[in-house]
């Protein structure tokens, strides 16, 4: 059965999933790269930037876990890109490039309408304005039996956590502290949710934990 | 140089350093002793209990560094006892039986003036109602070259890291999301006041990390 999962997350010590002041030059916010220290290694990270190198074991096994075998992807519209409002015209695709790493349909939640864009390897982005619920009826067509990954950010996260609609939520919590950032954890009580710790695997650069319900 | 530590602090991943609803019951507040998994089962816990069992290794060797070697305690008073308010009578003398872990003078926040209280194995209970900076000044007074700890609860870690006396702060990040509770980091920009993480130790039951500025 289709399971609607957030995987590769990554969440500070005090608590945030992204740097402030998201921008084209920063976007991951600023000091917010400094949430994938696990990621960037990792032959999957590599092999998205079209290296043949990069790193196997625990990191990468949750690298592939988080981007592979997906049947659609939801994305916030800040995930997809800086533009703000209405979109100015057609030429913002994503941070991706040509060949984004997603492989699927892939649902962008905004405010306003835009028609699909077919990416290579497989990615078409379709712009969902009727907000998360439509958004996940139509991954959930789109999936098949597969899974579907709510890629972020983090506000689109939250969303559909507090809304019950998450099984599973895999979590890269980075040794570091950001200070400043997108708060994942407020006012989100992961307990009354019905998430408990399934999985707990640390490594140098990072503790993973799925939790689930 | 006497330093100043918060150590051996646990917190969820979700941001909580204490459950809720603290009582006799639930010194932690419910739910509380699940952020100290990796320590119960320690020798230094377990000696504390007086057993002569317990785990050592690197979950241990934590252990000792929070509760070894300091030559004064600061602690808030909810940390010292469920008591509110004006001191009853003298009945209350802490969690801990007769010979508390602390062994040094150990000063205690409080609005309410008591007086003293001598306990066996050298813990001395010393009232303090002139605010952090008394409780501090006396603490350094009493530790000599030693190092001050600062015990807890939350508000008290709280108020001394964001006054700027804390040099080092030990987190023990528990596997595990509390949902509530008291939030450790709300509203402090921990990487503004200069810290950044000097260990990163995972262990099985506990992400152990030290922030140093």
Not at 7 to 32: C, I, K, M, N, Y
Not at 64 to 87: D, Q, S, T
Not at 123 to 145: D, N, P, R, S, V
Not at 190 to 198: I, M, N, Q, S
Request: glycine letters at 14%; proline letters at 6%; aromatic letters at 10%.
């Amino acid at each position: 059965m289709t399971k609607v999962k957030v995987a590769g997350f990554g969440v500070s010590l005090d608590g945030f999933s992204a740097g402030t002041a998201q921008s084209l030059e920063h976007p991951l916010g600023v000091r917010g790269p400094e949430l994938f220290q696990w990621f960037f290694p990792t032959q999957t990270f590599r092999q998205m930037q079209g290296k043949d190198d990069g790193e196997t074991g625990l990191d990468d096994q949750f690298a592939v876990r988080a981007m592979e075998g997906f049947g659609a992807f939801i994305l916030g519209r800040n995930m997809f890109g800086p533009v703000r409002g209405e979109w100015p015209d057609d030429q913002w695709k994503g941070w991706w490039g040509d060949d984004p790493p997603y492989h699927a349909p892939t649902f962008i939640l905004t405010h306003y309408p835009r028609a699909p864009i077919e990416m290579l390897g497989g990615t078409t982005f379709h712009f969902i304005t009727g907000g998360i619920e439509e958004a996940l009826q139509k991954a959930c067509e789109a999936a098949g039996a597969k899974d579907i990954k709510i890629g972020g950010g983090v506000e689109t996260v939250r969303q559909y956590v507090m809304a019950g609609h998450v099984d599973e939520i895999h979590l890269a919590v980075a040794p570091v502290v950001l200070g400043q950032g997108e708060p994942l954890f407020s006012g989100m009580d992961l307990r009354a949710l019905g998430y408990r710790t399934v999985e707990h695997v640390p490594t140098e650069r990072a503790t993973h934990i799925v939790l689930a319900r």
